[in-house]
């Protein structure tokens, strides 16, 4: 793959620049961010503690007293952030319900794409063995579903598909038979003959370099696959193989 060092920066001071790249390398390394270890009420972008509520399952859907009829939607990656949940979602009346869970016969590992953030998001795979991977609940209003789809990508780099899985949710003191999630359209990334579980952004940018070719700084490897979509797609085209 050609290498380039022509990066185009934002005009502005030194100090500006520093900090405008500072901004999209954070962004970058720190996927998913700081996802909450409790349940939690996110409304009209502020998150609060949950308290009970009641809800009925009703097909593939779920009525939560208060909200109202949901969709039942499993985040494996950065979604259950409450930063992403305010930047996909802002101040707008939006009444979200979400808590950790615990799923069996499926793990998390690295999409083999890079998102346009600059991060190797993430994904689910079915694995037999697993049973105990960590997820996010979360029940979102039907009438948000179109935003989040479109917040995902929705046809491009992911499907929202339905999980047959039975869920415990202790924290609704009741469980689910099956959830939504989304699903990578790419895949799984793969090293050494096997989907790279799903761990640290350092690691998972590192080994695209590596199938790119690249073989300066991380950061600005990083950087430039955000600031170039020509780029960043043909890094995602070397995950591939």
């Not at 308290?51 to 039942?72: D, E, F, I, M």
């Not at 600031?227 to 070397?238: K, M, P, Y």
Request: charged share 20%.
């Amino acid at each position: 793959m050609l290498q380039t060092l022509e990066i185009q920066t934002r005009s502005g001071s030194p100090g500006r620049v520093c900090s405008f790249r500072a901004s999209l390398l954070t962004r970058a390394f720190d996927y998913p961010y700081n996802t909450p270890p409790t349940p939690l009420h996110f409304r009209q972008g502020r998150a609060g503690p949950l308290t009970a509520r009641g809800v009925r399952v009703s097909g593939r859907l779920v009525v939560v007293q208060g909200v109202g009829l949901c969709a039942p939607v499993l985040a494996v990656g950065s979604n259950a952030a409450v930063s992403v949940l305010r930047r996909k979602f802002g101040a707008r009346p939006v009444d979200i319900i979400q808590g950790p869970v615990r799923l069996s016969g499926h793990d998390k590992v690295h999409s083999a794409h890079i998102a346009r953030y600059g991060a190797m998001p993430a994904t689910l795979i079915e694995c037999p063995g697993a049973t105990n991977t960590s997820a996010h609940l979360q029940l979102v209003p039907v009438q948000h579903i179109k935003a989040l789809d479109a917040s995902e990508a929705v046809g491009t780099n992911y499907d929202r598909v339905w999980l047959e899985q039975r869920i415990e949710v202790p924290w609704l003191s009741g469980r689910l038979e099956g959830v939504w999630t989304y699903r990578s359209r790419h895949g799984p990334a793969m090293r050494d003959g096997d989907p790279m579980v799903f761990g640290a952004q350092k690691h998972a940018l590192a080994h695209a370099a590596e199938c790119a070719g690249w073989q300066l700084d991380l950061e600005a490897f990083v950087y430039l696959m955000v600031r170039d979509a020509g780029f960043r797609l043909a890094v995602t085209q070397a995950l591939k193989g």
